[in-house]
Nanobody, 127 residues
Framework: QVQLVESGGGFVQAGGSLRLSCAAS????????MGWFRQAPGKDREFVAV????????GYADSVKGRFTISRDNTKNTVYLQMNSLKPEDTAVYYC????????????????????WGQGIPVTVSS
């Protein structure tokens, strides 16, 4: 079992920055790929970013590439999402999620491939 708790969301003006954190419980955090998803009002949940077990490999949705950076600290059981140059269209509830690192059929963009989810944290970007 992995429990995930997000923090760091809030209100920011367009062009500003926020850093989201996701703290994981348990001793097996380092065995999980970690991802960030978001869901805007009236829209489906969408993939934002993913990071490998080691933290060496990362991937991003085209909409955030060059503006967002995902990272992890396995000694602190925490994954981060640094969000720069925020736009009003980034407004959403952001979720972190964990997927087993051993899965050979893992699709980073597919929410169904993640086993554990945080409760979500809202981010609002004003224009």
């Amino acid at each position: 079992q992995v429990q995930l708790v997000e923090s760091g969301g809030g209100f920011v003006q367009a062009g500003g920055s926020l850093r989201l954190s996701c703290a994981a419980s348990g001793r097996t955090f380092s065995r999980y790929r970690m991802g960030w998803f978001r869901q805007a009002p009236g829209k489906d949940r969408e993939f934002v970013a993913v990071i490998s077990v080691s933290g060496i490999v990362t991937g991003y949705a085209d909409s955030v590439k060059g503006r967002f950076t995902i990272s992890r600290d396995n000694t602190k059981n925490t994954v981060y999402l640094q969000m720069n140059s925020l736009k009003p269209e980034d407004t959403a509830v952001y979720y972190c999620a964990a997927a087993p690192g051993s899965s050979t059929s893992f699709r980073s963009w597919n929410a169904g491939d993640y086993d554990y989810w945080g409760q979500g944290i809202p981010v609002t970007v004003s224009s």
